[in-house]
């Protein structure tokens, strides 16, 4: 749960549609990294029309009450790279209305950024390893590091070893 966005509840209405697109708009220097997977809830049968069609894969997903469809947004092997394959659009149903749900799966926790207002910007930064790091907040981290300047400008044993800076934490 912690990795998914808010769940969304969508209703499209006889001519409504969404145009072809792509999940995968996060960075992946975001807070919560890149969305790694849609989950797609049908809610309802629809009477005609309403499928959820993969335009690269040229496939069309058929709306049924109680059944789910989930795909990648990049490759597993390379996650900073897009699956161009799921690019996809929801076809507008020709009768009856169209209910669906769905959740976003993000790589990294994407509840507790979100909570303090995170946006989609870059937070994370490359450690010496080849992987990504963040400070567990980044405000924390700005108080720490002004707090340990501040120290150290007052008092001639302040310490600014690394214990006194916020733990880091490796997301790759």
Known sequence: WSNA???????????QFYKPHHD??????SAWGVRLLTFYMYLA???????TRFTNLDMKVAPKKGSAILWPSVYSDDPEKTDN???????APTKGFKYGANFWIHQYDFQTPHAKACEN??????????GMVRPESTAAAAAAVDA????????????????????LRKLA
Do not use: C, M, W
């Open 45 to 51: 049968d629809v009477e005609e029309g309403g499928e």
């Open 5 to 15: 966005e808010h769940l969304q509840v969508l209703q499209y209405e006889p001519g």
């Open 121 to 130: 910007k870059r937070y994370l930064h490359p450690a010496a390893d080849g």
């Open 85 to 91: 394959r799921t690019f996809h659009e929801a076809i």
């Open 24 to 29: 995968q708009n996060a960075l992946p220097e």
């Open 148 to 167: 340990a300047a501040a120290a150290s400008r007052n008092t001639a044993t302040a310490s600014t070893t690394p214990h006194n800076l916020p733990e």
